[in-house]
Nanobody, 123 residues
Framework: VQLVESGGGLVHAGDSLRLSCAYS????????IGWFRQAPGKEREGIGG????????FYADSVKGRFTLSVDNAKNTVYLQMDSLKTGDTANYYC?????????????????WGQGTQVTVSS
């Protein structure tokens, strides 16, 4: 099982960015994928994901309405489209996989993690 994030970078507040999570060694029929972020000195925060059941997407209140998840089945890739970025969105972003078919916001439920990609939003 492998997950590889990409697409991070330095942007200005109000800009958009799209992160990718390329996964291999499993299918979304068996695992849900979640997105997390961690800022320096803060705990890892679950911000959303796609459940393996019905491909339901879920979002934390902190990103709802600004971030959108999608899947490209042909590329085994999950995308996190981030719009209207704020300085508070600055963090290292991770995708992870869990056997929990409903998905979860809790990091301890995830078994496999990518290496992360840094997103920095300047004012």
């Amino acid at each position: 099982v492998q997950l590889v994030e990409s697409g991070g970078g330095l942007v200005h507040a109000g800009d958009s960015l799209r992160l990718s999570c390329a996964y291999s060694g499993f299918t979304l029929a068996d695992y849900s994928i979640g997105w997390f972020r961690q800022a320096p000195g803060k705990e890892r925060e679950g911000i959303g994901g796609i459940s393996s059941v019905l491909r339901h997407t879920f979002y934390a209140d902190s990103v709802k309405g600004r971030f959108t998840l999608s899947v490209d089945n042909a590329k085994n890739t999950v995308y996190l489209q981030m719009d209207s970025l704020k300085t508070g969105d600055t963090a290292n972003y991770y995708c992870a996989a869990t056997i929990n078919k409903g998905g979860s916001f809790y990091a301890y439920e995830y078994d496999y993690w990518g290496q992360g990609t840094q997103v920095t939003v300047s004012s």
